[in-house]
């Protein structure tokens, strides 16, 4: 399976400003992707990263606020602008990988905005 | 009302099994899973299963699932403390990559 690592582990940051996080993946992958979790909430879908192309935003997600990059196979970062306490979440990162459609994912950033 | 469904809590005693449903609404499931999630970590993939499967053992974990009632539930037998923990249930649908996720169910082994 794949091994997901995200930085930060968690921040607490003041409303306005803007934070990046990033995750690594220990193989090539084709697809990430970037969901939220507010608390006592599901898993909700941010956007879909595929290198060499833009990010694909779900519905209520917009390029300004999530800024995805993805420079290569194993890499992406999602950043969270001009922070408001709504943005309060953990983001977790994911990959899809294997024949069975396996999705894993990283042990999240925590995300306490002030 | 939501695609996938869980009831949020479930308290068990510790050695007891444990049983969390399940149910989702689209029949074109193709793949369903549970995920577990421990205080402060990331999801953990547990189990999955196919929807042309009836039922899947893997250890303590018994999946099983009835697709006619779009019911899945995950068994776990021998429940210890380190099994407290969150359990999300997802399901992917034919032509999609994008699971869809519950709710969770916590679930508590008290002594």
């Known amino acids: 399976s794949a091994v997901i690592s995200q930085k930060p582990s968690r921040d607490i940051c003041q409303r306005g400003t803007s934070l990046t996080i990033q995750c690594q993946v220990d193989?090539?992958?084709?697809?990430m992707f970037w969901y939220r979790q507010q608390p006592g909430q599901s898993l909700t879908l941010i956007a879909t990263a595929n290198q060499g192309s833009e990010a694909t935003y779900e519905s209520g997600f917009v390029i300004d606020k999530f800024p995805i990059s993805r420079p290569n196979l194993t890499f992406s970062t999602l950043t969270v602008s001009n922070m408001s306490p709504e943005d309060s979440s953990i983001y977790l990162c994911?990959?899809?990988?294997?024949?069975?459609?396996?999705?894993?994912f990283g042990p999240g950033t925590r995300l306490t905005v002030l | 009302g939501e695609d996938v469904e869980q009831s949020l809590f479930l308290s068990v005693r510790e050695g007891d099994s444990s049983v969390i449903n399940c149910t989702y609404t689209d029949s074109s499931s193709t793949y369903l899973y549970w995920y577990k999630q421990e205080p402060g970590a990331g999801l953990q993939l547990l189990t999955y299963?196919?929807?042309?499967?009836d039922m899947k053992q893997d250890q303590r974990l018994t999946v099983l699932l009835n697709k006619k009632d779009k019911h899945l539930s995950l068994r776990i037998a021998d429940t210890q403390t380190g099994d407290s923990a969150i359990y999300f249930c997802a399901e992917i649908t034919g032509g999609s990559y994008i699971p869809t996720f519950g709710r969770g169910t916590s679930l508590i082994v008290h002594p």
């Open positions: 299963i196919f929807s042309n499967m």
């Open positions: 193989s090539q992958v084709t697809m």
């Open positions: 994911s990959v899809r990988q294997g024949g069975e459609n396996e999705q894993f």
